[in-house]
């Protein structure tokens, strides 16, 4: 029997390890050891990111720049914008009036409106003015018998009208008698003065020996939500503080309690007490704003005194002892100098502005955003949403991928801001002394930015597209190619 051919013996093979085996491994390739992160920035998406963010936060400050300017043309050369002002230094002087306690002030008004006037001797247009002689005994009466502290007169005493010096004949006479009286009883006495004002005060009422008397009774003859202190003539750098209600404010007795400096008073940059107003280019005017909160006060029986008759004011002793008394017109039915007050309804006689005057240059200064103040305030409130937004982007930026929706957190943050200026500005008024008056304009201007930022970008765009070509169009010329025949 033939051998049968022998087999090659089997050999057990892993499928797997052969085919790993037939799989050849290059030699140079690594296996990372973690996949990327998708949800970081890569590191030219970080830089093109923090370019947005920088030009956005520019492109905001610059659309607050330019709404300032806005906000300030609009609320100085249009009479909107000044009757938005008037309306707010009336809402302000509400507050005030509601929040402020009853002063307890040493004043007194006595009303002349029973002393007519009488028709001038020598007169050439049948002029009228207030006699003398009456005035003398109330004076007398006041000063002698009362122990009032000092008197005020709210009459023009003028001693020039029409070219005639003096008014009246007994006018010299009247300004002896209350020098006389000054000297003696050593209390004060002012009489107004209004036609002369732009004359040097030695020269109010006429001869020189009588300027100690002179006081200015000038006042705005529009809303009066500011009152004249004193006035500079032929550019004088400094005025005095001449006005009656300045020289009446310096008699006024010490409160028991001094008030502590407002805390306006320790940034005169931002905020101002008095401002200076050219009326011409001779004449300048230093104004202060008007504390109307004991209006109602001075205008009640408690402050007013409705007789001028001495017979009548002898029985009064307590009312007018060590007080400051004004004598004026103080009939709102009836008086002639009569003047809108911001926030109230009908005009109030001018006795009563140089009153209300009185306290606040004594009891009361009131505070304003100066010009700089206002920009600085208008600039830092752009200033907070603004970096606020940018702040937020940038804790956000290298943290995720996802789109801040920064334009929706803007509203929310105007919205928080406006609510925020509203209680600063309502607030202050009575804690610290400061009339905010175009916080209304302020938060226009706020709600007005992101629309403002908008077309400052856009604008911006317009620029970085169009200028390249007027330029070319303006610095180069066409070159056309002549064609051969």
């Given at each position: 029997?033939?051998?049968?051919?022998?087999?090659?013996?089997?050999?057990e093979?892993?499928?797997?390890?052969?085919?790993?085996?037939?799989?050849?491994?290059?030699?140079?390739?690594?296996?990372?050891?973690?996949?990327?992160?998708?949800?970081r920035?890569?590191?030219?998406?970080?830089?093109?990111?923090?370019?947005?963010?920088?030009?956005?936060?520019?492109?905001?400050?610059?659309?607050?720049?330019?709404?300032?300017?806005?906000?300030?043309?609009?609320?100085?050369?249009?009479?909107?914008?000044?009757?938005?002002?008037?309306?707010?230094?009336?809402?302000?002087?509400?507050?005030?009036a509601?929040?402020?306690?009853?002063?307890?002030?040493?004043?007194?008004?006595?009303?002349l409106?029973?002393?007519?006037?009488?028709?001038?001797?020598g007169?050439?247009?049948?002029?009228?003015?207030?006699?003398?002689?009456?005035?003398?005994?109330?004076?007398?009466?006041?000063?002698?018998?009362?122990?009032?502290?000092a008197?005020?007169?709210?009459?023009?005493?003028?001693?020039?009208?029409?070219g005639?010096?003096?008014?009246?004949?007994?006018?010299?006479d009247?300004?002896?008698?209350?020098?006389?009286?000054?000297?003696?009883?050593?209390?004060?006495?002012?009489?107004g003065?209004?036609?002369?004002?732009?004359?040097?005060?030695?020269?109010?009422?006429?001869?020189?020996?009588?300027?100690?008397?002179?006081?200015?009774?000038?006042?705005?003859?529009?809303?009066?939500?500011?009152?004249?202190?004193?006035?500079?003539?032929?550019?004088?750098?400094?005025?005095?503080?001449?006005?009656?209600?300045?020289?009446?404010?310096?008699?006024?007795?010490?409160?028991?309690?001094?008030p502590?400096?407002?805390?306006?008073?320790?940034?005169?940059?931002?905020?101002?007490?008095?401002?200076?107003?050219?009326?011409?280019?001779?004449?300048?005017?230093?104004?202060f704003?008007?504390?109307?909160?004991?209006?109602?006060?001075?205008m009640?029986?408690?402050?007013?005194?409705?007789?001028?008759?001495?017979?009548?004011?002898?029985?009064?002793?307590?009312?007018?002892?060590?007080?400051?008394?004004?004598?004026?017109?103080?009939?709102?039915?009836?008086?002639?100098?009569?003047?809108?007050?911001?926030?109230?309804?009908?005009?109030?006689?001018?006795?009563?502005?140089?009153?209300?005057?009185?306290?606040?240059?004594?009891?009361?200064?009131?505070?304003?955003?100066?010009?700089?103040?206002?920009?600085?305030?208008?600039?830092?409130?752009?200033?907070?949403?603004?970096?606020?937004?940018?702040?937020?982007?940038?804790?956000?930026?290298?943290?995720?991928?996802?789109?801040?929706?920064?334009?929706?957190?803007?509203?929310?943050?105007i919205?928080?801001?406006?609510i925020?200026?509203?209680v600063?500005?309502?607030?202050?008024?009575?804690?610290?002394?400061?009339?905010?008056?175009?916080?209304?304009?302020?938060?226009?201007?706020?709600?007005?930015?992101?629309?403002?930022?908008?077309?400052?970008?856009?604008?911006?765009?317009?620029?970085r597209?169009?200028?390249?070509?007027?330029?070319?169009?303006?610095?180069?010329?066409?070159?056309?190619?002549?064609r051969?025949?």
């Open positions: 029997m033939a051998d049968e051919p022998k087999q090659p013996p089997k050999i093979t892993n499928t797997e390890v052969s085919h790993a085996a037939a799989t050849p491994v290059p030699a140079h390739e690594t296996i990372p050891a973690r996949e990327a992160n998708p949800d920035l890569t590191a030219p998406q970080l830089g093109e990111k923090h370019g947005d963010i920088f030009w956005d936060i520019v492109f905001g400050l610059v659309a607050a720049v330019l709404l300032i300017f806005g906000k300030e043309y609009f609320d100085g050369k249009t009479k909107a914008g000044e009757q938005l002002e008037l309306a707010t230094y009336g809402w302000l002087q509400q507050r005030l509601f929040l402020e306690p009853d002063a307890q002030l040493p004043i007194v008004i006595v009303d409106s029973d002393l007519k006037t009488k028709a001038v001797e007169a050439r247009k049948g002029e009228e003015a207030t006699p003398r002689k009456p005035l003398e005994n109330l004076l007398s009466a006041l000063i002698v018998n009362q122990g009032a502290r008197v005020g007169v709210d009459v023009d005493f003028s001693p020039e009208q029409n005639r010096l003096p008014v009246t004949p007994g006018d010299f009247f300004f002896d008698f209350c020098l006389k009286l000054r000297d003696e009883e050593g209390k004060k006495i002012y009489l003065v209004f036609r002369t004002v732009l004359l040097p005060r030695d020269k109010w009422l006429g001869p020189v020996k009588y300027k100690d008397l002179a006081a200015s009774i000038l006042a705005p003859r529009e809303e009066v939500k500011e009152m004249v202190n004193c006035i500079a003539i032929n550019g004088a750098t400094t005025c005095r503080d001449d006005t009656l209600a300045a020289l009446l404010a310096k008699e006024m007795p010490e409160p028991a309690e001094l502590g400096a407002p805390l306006a008073a320790k940034f005169p940059s931002i905020f101002e007490r008095f401002s200076p107003r050219p009326l011409s280019n001779a004449v300048s005017v230093t104004l704003p008007v504390d109307y909160s004991q209006l109602k006060t001075l009640s029986h408690e402050h007013t005194f409705p007789s001028s008759a001495p017979t009548i004011v002898a029985g009064f002793k307590d009312f007018f002892r060590n007080k400051i008394v004004l004598l004026g017109d103080a009939n709102p039915d009836a008086s002639a100098d009569k003047f809108i007050v911001p926030g109230e309804h009908e005009p109030i006689p001018g006795i009563y502005i140089h009153a209300s005057a009185i306290y606040t240059m004594s009891r009361a200064p009131l505070y304003q955003l100066s010009e700089r103040g206002r920009r600085i305030v208008d600039f830092l409130l752009a200033l907070v949403v603004v970096g606020t937004i940018g702040a937020i982007r940038l804790f956000y930026l290298g943290r995720t991928t996802r789109e801040f929706a920064h334009h929706k957190i803007e509203g929310f943050l919205v928080l801001v406006v925020v200026v509203i600063v500005a309502t607030s202050f008024v009575h804690r610290h002394r400061v009339l905010w008056t175009d916080f209304v304009l302020a938060i226009f201007a706020l709600l007005l930015h992101p629309t403002g930022e908008k077309y400052t970008k856009g604008f911006s765009r317009w620029l597209k169009g200028l390249p070509s007027i330029w070319r169009r303006v610095a180069f010329e066409d070159v056309k190619e002549e051969v025949p």
